[in-house]
């Protein structure tokens, strides 16, 4: 990094405003973290990003820590830190003042139709998030195979999704993808 | 009825109760973070009973922000002010990042190799396939909310999937569009 200051101040921006555009969950704003880190600054790779990603699903955790990660690789342990702090606080600082005393939310017609509202907007978001990770991860049919068949494990059995993700790890290690 | 009795058997986490709790939540969750939530704090601890729990994350979902470190900062400030606040965020987030450090420091140093590398390809194609279910599990809901929810998510998904989009104008046009349905419909 050429320059520190610049870089951890862009990070800064980015995830401060993406705090408040992750709708139903630090998931849905994925498809944003990939255009910016991929596309605009180029600070990685799909592919490099598609890892990463999958790093942060494979570890325990809330998945916004995704963010730590990509901070991490800009910028090393400050880029970590104020990616994580960006992400978490602006929001958080809302909903401390927004919710306090607000105990009969479910009530009220507006909070009912903006809350139903947001549920399209944000299934279709986590859709945009795994059409990105998965033409990221894109490798050619053996990847493919991968990404299908723990689709059908994780949809129709009850096998947890370790098992998945160890298991393509092992076919990846063994040379087969 | 139900809630009051539950309500009446809940008890209260101390500041420090707060920051052990969602700790154990936090590495405890694998792929997710919300069922051990919902575990450790409504049956294993009684926090909260089953009704407050799902009404004070309702609010975390209609909120802006990752829901779980949204409804760890206002249980905690509600259960202890800010002190609570700030023992519930910083046991669901602080323990986490610290392993997410590590991780990603090993992915800096080794993640090149052709063994990581390998290993990492296969963890993609998987990962994927695991956040493809995700959308699809959630996709099967909205028929029944109606076409124009249908035309909504499938208008979010390809402005911001295969056209890639920035995230705001798309939220700009299609937020204020699926509240006033929904509003109409309320």
Not at chain 1, 15 to 25: E, H, T
Request: with cysteine; net charge positive.
């Amino acid at each position: 990094m050429k320059d520190t200051g610049g870089t951890l101040l862009i990070l800064a921006l980015h995830f401060s405003l993406l705090s408040f555009l992750a709708i139903g969950g630090a998931i849905s704003a994925l498809p944003e973290m990939h255009r910016q880190a991929v596309d605009v600054y180029q600070w990685m790779t799909s592919t490099q990003f598609a890892q990463l990603v999958a790093i942060a699903q494979a570890a325990p955790g809330p998945n916004v820590l995704i963010v730590t990660l990509i901070g991490q690789q800009v910028a090393g342990i400050p880029g970590a830190l104020i990616a994580t702090i960006c992400m978490c606080g602006p929001a958080c600082a809302v909903a401390f003042y927004v919710v306090r005393g607000f105990h009969h939310f479910r009530e009220s017609k507006w909070a009912i139709a903006v809350q139903a509202g947001l549920v399209p907007v944000s299934v279709g978001l986590v859709g945009a998030t795994a059409f990105i990770v998965a033409r990221s991860a894109d490798q050619g049919w053996g990847t493919l195979a991968v990404t299908a068949v723990t689709f059908a494990l994780a949809h129709w059995t009850r096998i947890s999704p370790l098992w998945a993700l160890a298991g393509a790890s092992a076919l990846g290690l063994a040379g087969v993808l | 009825m139900t809630e009051n009795v539950l309500a009446t058997s809940t008890v209260v986490p101390t500041v420090p109760d707060l920051f052990f709790g969602f700790a154990k939540i936090a590495i405890s969750g694998f792929g997710g973070v919300l069922p051990w939530a919902r575990r450790t704090i409504v049956q294993q601890r009684r926090w909260m009973s089953a009704d407050e729990f799902n009404d004070l994350f309702a609010i975390c979902q209609f909120l802006p922000g990752p829901n779980i470190v949204n409804f760890s900062l206002i249980y905690g400030s509600r259960v202890g002010g800010v002190p609570g606040a700030a023992a519930a965020v910083l046991g669901l987030v602080g323990p986490p990042t610290v392993l997410m450090i590590v991780l990603g420091t090993l992915y800096s140093r080794y993640g090149a190799l052709p063994q990581a590398r390998d290993a990492l390809t296969g963890l993609a194609a998987a990962a994927a396939g695991l956040l493809i279910a995700t959308a699809v599990s959630m996709a099967e809901m909205l028929p029944r909310r109606g076409l124009g929810a249908v035309l909504i998510a499938a208008a979010a998904l390809v402005g911001v999937g295969p056209m890639q989009w920035p995230l705001l104008a798309v939220l700009i046009v299609l937020v204020p569009i699926s509240i006033a349905r929904a509003w109409r419909a309320a």
